[in-house]
């Protein structure tokens, strides 16, 4: 039994890494960068939030769990940048890493791959909402802070109009929204406006 469950705490710590993996997203108005742990639980709880609230008739459980599980990869590939030139290609790198932590004696979710390739490839309106409201928490954070990660890197309008433009067909609420502040976050000088 001790042997088992170190085993298991050795696999806590190995998801514990998520807390290291910084992204370029500041949260609090732009006080520190979040990490991708911290992110994955607004993430689980924007989703249920939203879900309920557009009356969506989601499976709450599977909604979650895509949320839990959307990130995992970065423990080991890092995270990648939205706007990055690597983005296509990053989820080689985080789906060896999901695979591997799969794999880990520790570990009791036995579909955690497959649940990971749900949310990184699937169709299902609780993938989609996900991968909704993933882009609009940082969006969220870029606001609150005035643009600070958007002035960093130098993103334009066009760059953040096309990473949002998936939403428009399932999710046009949020979509409207999002285009609102983006002419916001251009009138204020947040976003280059090209």
Known sequence: MTHRLSTITDYFIELDALKLVNRRTY??????????????????MACWSIS??????????KLLKLALVHDLG??????????SKDRAS???AERKCVRRLEMHGGNGVSDLAAIWE????????????LKAVDRLL???HNISSHGKAWLEHGI????????????????????AW??????FAVEEGWLIDA
């Open 90 to 92: 990053a989820h080689e």
């Open 52 to 61: 309920r609230s557009f009356e969506l008739g989601v499976s709450e459980e």
């Open 118 to 129: 749900e949310q990184e490839t699937g169709s299902s309106i609780e993938a989609k909402l």
């Open 74 to 83: 970065e423990i080991d590939a890092g995270d990648t940048f939205l706007y």
């Open 138 to 140: 940082p969006f969220l």
């Open 27 to 44: 949260i609090n108005g732009g006080e520190r960068v979040e990490n991708s742990a911290e992110h994955s639980w607004h993430l689980a």
């Open 156 to 175: 334009k309008r066009s760059q953040v109009t096309n990473a949002h433009e998936f939403i428009l067909d399932d999710f046009p609420e949020i979509h």
């Open 178 to 183: 999002l285009h609102e502040k983006v002419n």
